[in-house]
């Protein structure tokens, strides 16, 4: 799927939560904006963690839609996320997936995720996807 059909789907299947984010690039190059709001702050004023996961699990889903297409019922059936630093305050964050493998029945990859204009990532996810029989 290409960008903007990615974008669309998001918009149709998950309208909900579309908003929150922009996607930037497609195939290899894909990367998923959080346009970060009050709603996603903890006390603190850093993004939350599950905001931080919500980007991740969301930027992977894309990813491997872009492989394979609309396949809605493809589900996240494990994950691991680590925190490596705060996010810098008043700035969206970018996630960049990878999938390091893709088989017929699961999707196995990464998501480094990054403040804009910042050099190191603030969080790493692994994640693991089911694809649904065709």
Sequence with gaps: MTGAELAGFLQRDFPEVAGDFALEGEGEALALRLLVQARHLRPGGTVSGPSIFGLAD???????????????????????????????????????????????????????????????????????YSIPPR
Excluded: H, N, Q
Excluded at 82 to 109: Q, Y
């Design 58 to 128: 969301v930027a992977f889903y894309l990813a491997l839609l872009s492989r394979i297409g609309p396949v809605a019922l493809a589900v996240t059936t494990g994950a691991s996320i680590d925190f490596m630093r705060k996010p810098v305050a008043g700035r969206d964050l970018i996630a960049r997936p990878r999938i390091l493998k893709l088989g017929r029945v699961l999707a196995v990859g990464d998501v480094l995720i990054w403040s804009e204009g910042a050099d190191e990532p603030v969080a790493r996810a692994s994640l693991t």
